[in-house]
Nanobody
Framework: QVQLVESGGGLVQAGGSLRLSCAAS????????MGWFRQAPGKEREFVAA????????YYADSVKGRFTISRDNAKNTVYLQMNSLKPEDTAVYYC???????????????WGQGTQVTVSS
């Protein structure tokens, strides 16, 4: 089992920045690829970013490419999502997830956090 706890969400104005963190415990964190997903009200959960287990490879949804950066610190069992130039359409609950491959779909991940709310005001 892997337990994941997100933090760092909040309310920010458009154009601002936030950094989300996801702390992992349980099985060896460095064995897992990590992903960030988000879900806006009335919409399906969607892929945001993913990172391979060593952090060498990263992947992004087109909607966040150039604005968001995923990174990980295996010594701290933590994955991060740096979000810059935020837009109102980025408003959602953000979830981190752990899986065996950094793929852009939900089924690739076995463990999920509870989510953290990000609200971007216009």
């Amino acid at each position: 089992q892997v337990q994941l706890v997100e933090s760092g969400g909040g309310l920010v104005q458009a154009g601002g920045s936030l950094r989300l963190s996801c702390a992992a415990s349980g099985r060896t964190f460095s064995n897992y690829a990590m992903g960030w997903f988000r879900q806006a009200p009335g919409k399906e959960r969607e892929f945001v970013a993913a990172i391979s287990w060593k952090g060498v490879n990263t992947y992004y949804a087109d909607s966040v490419k150039g604005r968001f950066t995923i990174s990980r610190d295996n010594a701290k069992n933590t994955v991060y999502l740096q979000m810059n130039s935020l837009k109102p359409e980025d408003t959602a609950v953000y979830y981190c997830a752990a899986g065996h491959s950094p793929r852009p779909f939900l089924g690739a991940y076995d463990y999920w956090g509870q989510g953290t709310q990000v609200t971007v005001s216009s």
